[in-house]
């Protein structure tokens, strides 16, 4: 059974810069790609960044291109999101997803889930 976790969420002034990390374990065949969405409260969950398996294709959100670097460490079925420069309406809980497709999993649809880790920006 595959299942992911989070970690590396917390405190963050605002500009500062926090690395999330996500494990997979169990992994499925069918995860082809993994990546990261955050809700904030009262917000419908949106997408981040996501990254294929084979770390060839990155897919980002426009409102963290430039400042948020998803990247795969094939070698421990990790996936990391480096932000940088954060600003106080990237506070939110940060969930890592996994699915089959880019396409499926972006708009929401994958197909397994973490719990979620809090990043909170003071400003």
């Known amino acids: 059974q595959v299942q992911l976790v989070e970690s590396g969420g917390g405190l963050v002034q605002a500009g500062g810069s926090l690395r999330l990390s996500c494990r997979a374990s169990?992994?499925?065949?069918?995860?082809?790609?993994m990546g990261w969405f955050r809700q904030a409260p009262g917000k419908e969950r949106e997408f981040v960044a996501a990254?294929?398996?084979?770390?060839?294709?990155?897919y980002y959100a426009d409102s963290v291109k430039g400042r948020f670097t998803i990247s795969r460490d094939g070698a421990n079925d990790t996936i990391d999101l480096q932000m940088n420069s954060l600003k106080p309406e990237d506070a939110a809980v940060y969930y890592c997803?996994?699915?089959?497709?880019?396409?499926?999993?972006?708009?929401?649809?994958?197909?397994?889930w973490g719990q979620g880790t809090q990043v909170t920006v003071s400003s």
């Open positions: 990254i294929t398996w084979n770390g060839i294709w990155t």
């Open positions: 997803a996994a699915g089959g497709n880019s396409v499926q999993l972006r708009a929401g649809r994958g197909d397994y």
């Open positions: 169990g992994r499925s065949f069918s995860m082809n790609v």
